[in-house]
């Protein structure tokens, strides 16, 4: 069993930060989990955003957040933290932390095993 909860999102104008954060539960250990984030807006397909390795050794990110969105993970803590700079009203959507039992890289919803339950990013222009 892994429980994955969403927390941090909220309402913020365009060029304003948040930073969401993914608390997961597990009886095995968080660090054994490829992690990612994916977001979906009204009408659209999910969209990858970033991921992160088991020990961070190796992240990756979605074009349109790049250099604007820092991926990062706390093993210690059990929790997988976005933070988001520069947000744009086109960032506005439902935010999803997702975990992968296989430490490879995957951009796509299918390649994740647990989901959360999404928290709200809206940015207002």
């Known amino acids: 069993q892994v429980q994955l909860v969403e927390s941090g999102g909220g309402s913020v104008q365009a060029g304003g930060s948040l930073r969401l954060s993914c608390t997961v539960s597990t009886v095995s250990t968080f660090s054994r989990y490829f992690m990612g984030w994916f977001r979906q807006a009204p009408g659209k397909e999910r969209e990858f955003v970033a991921a992160i390795s088991r020990i961070a050794r190796s992240i990756y990110y979605g074009d349109s957040v790049k250099g604007r969105f820092t991926i990062s993970r706390d093993n210690a803590k059990n929790t997988l933290y976005l933070q988001m700079n520069s947000l744009k009203p086109e960032d506005t959507a439902v935010y999803y932390c997702?975990?992968?039992?296989?430490?490879?890289?995957?951009?796509?919803?299918?390649?994740?095993?647990?989901w959360g339950q999404g928290t709200q990013v809206t940015v207002s222009s």
């Open positions: 997702a975990a992968r039992n296989y430490n490879i890289y995957s951009d796509s919803p299918a390649g994740y095993d647990y």
